[in-house]
């Protein structure tokens, strides 16, 4: 099975930019759909991006849009999300996702096999 590590996370100002790292290790990375969530103060945890196996296909929850980007390499068996023009609400923890052998985001609904521990986004205003 895989483990994913996240990395990058920190404290920024209004408008500034972040890009956080997940390595996976332990299994084929390119059988593995990934992706983001995040989990604010007393609220639940919510979807950021996805990206598919292949890398040819991107999703973005509405919120990060056009600010967000998801990528991944499989020489380093990373995914990235690189977060522009960040604001307060952006403020959470942040979770690497995966799911073996399928993409992550289908249809609407979201399909989680493993996590990493979460790294702290913290935005100034």
């Known amino acids: 099975q895989v483990q994913l590590a996240e990395s990058g996370g920190g404290l920024v100002q209004a408008g500034g930019s972040l890009t956080l790292s997940c390595a996976a290790s332990g299994d084929t990375f390119s059988t593995y759909g990934m992706g983001w969530f995040r989990q604010a103060p007393g609220k639940e945890r919510e979807f950021v991006a996805a990206i598919s196996r292949s890398g040819g296909t991107t999703y973005y929850a509405d919120s990060v849009k056009g600010r967000f980007t998801i990528s991944r390499g499989s020489a380093k068996n990373t995914v990235w999300l690189q977060m522009n023009s960040l604001k307060p609400e952006d403020t959470a923890v942040y979770y690497c996702?995966?799911?073996?052998?399928?993409?992550?985001?289908?249809?609407?609904?979201?399909?989680?096999?493993?996590w990493g521990q979460g790294t702290q986004v913290t935005v100034s205003s």
């Open positions: 996702a995966a799911n073996r052998g399928a993409d992550l985001a289908y249809n609407g609904r979201y399909y989680v096999g493993y």
